[in-house]
């Protein structure tokens, strides 16, 4: 039997009360951390049969996830799932539950594949993610994660096979540099209660090369069982649809990757501006951002993501923050008087001194060379410096905009 874990925002109980999957056990980690329950045997039943409200978009990925593996398998014997239930908000305590569930999936569980729903921009917990997919790996584990706009965590660690679809791909996101680019547009799901058609998202276009990947493990064993699993026919589907008394049908279609994370971080740059006395950060500060992205013309080259801008002549934009290309987003060349590195709160996909989420090379995986280099040009005592008035400014925002996080 093929053992799968399952590392998410909970899961529609319709999906697992409709197929008896042999479901081992369920851990409950919080935004803390901590594992505060894990459920076996006849508590573990209970919670299945449990009737609750539907969880949201989180347990909709986990249940989009299970109906894509009982398409991959044709008996209940062939697979047993442990799942692991954790807040995917806010970054920095989701990325500290991960690390806790990585942990309980490699000390307890041990499974032959491992879905992780999600990847977040939060990179303070990769040393300690990264000890347990190293583990996991040497388990023998495969694991499985959707790709997302740089920087990604787990996708961008070691032994993580990161996917996306092909439409994140089309959207400029190509620098995430997925391992696996899927085409599909649409696949059947199981949502409140029926097979409906489902777009294909990268948590979606993950959990598709999980279940071909086990499919093609169980092509390849003897597998005999009287236990099969009946699917209905899932070739003519329709979009799942909400009705509400009084209003017109809603079909549901979800955003696009990534699509409320870019509105967050430019509206809260935007608000940024009113809380220094000038609308910008300090100078010294702006100097470190200008070499990280472009370099000090010796020998610190520029970045990787930055790109030649498209609508002004000689200028250049990163390429990867989903910012666009105009004007008030260039980072070198012809920029405006008020520049996209003034912002008192700006995010840098690749985390690099000056900007607002820095973090030190001495707290990655693998940390590049560029970034060290920076880092010695400047100093620590500067960096440090630069960083203590920057989250002071973030302090003051972050009382100023906390409305943001509806926006998820």
Known sequence: MTKVGLIGDGVDKKVLQRYPLLLEKVTFITVEGDSEQVLYGDEL?????????WQGSGSEISTAVISLLLQSISSYDDISLSIAVMPLYPPEGAMKALTTALEWMSEE???DFLHIGFSSPEGKYQIPQNKWIEKLYNQGCKCICPSGIPPAFPASLNHILSVADQGFIEA???LSNPDVIIEEKEVPVY???KWVKHPVSNEVASALVLGNLIKERLNSSDSNSNSLIELPDLDDLDYLVFEQQGAEVETYTPPKQGFFR????????????VITPT???PAFVKETRKVSCNGDGEAIGACDFRVRSKTVAGAFVCGACGCGDREGVLVDGAVPRFEKLDYP???CPASMPGFSNYLSSTNESNPSERKMAIETKFGKDALDKGQATQK?????LDKRSNWLDGLS
């Open 109 to 111: 569980v041990q499974p």
């Open 392 to 396: 002071k400014l973030t302090k003051r």
């Open 262 to 273: 870019k509105v967050r971080l430019y509206t809260k740059s935007l608000l940024s501006r």
């Open 172 to 174: 400029g996101f190509g």
């Open 345 to 347: 709160y700006v995010s």
């Open 45 to 53: 039943e209970r919670w299945i049969g449990k009737e609750e409200a």
């Open 279 to 281: 609308g910008k950060v």
């Open 191 to 193: 949502s409140h209660g």
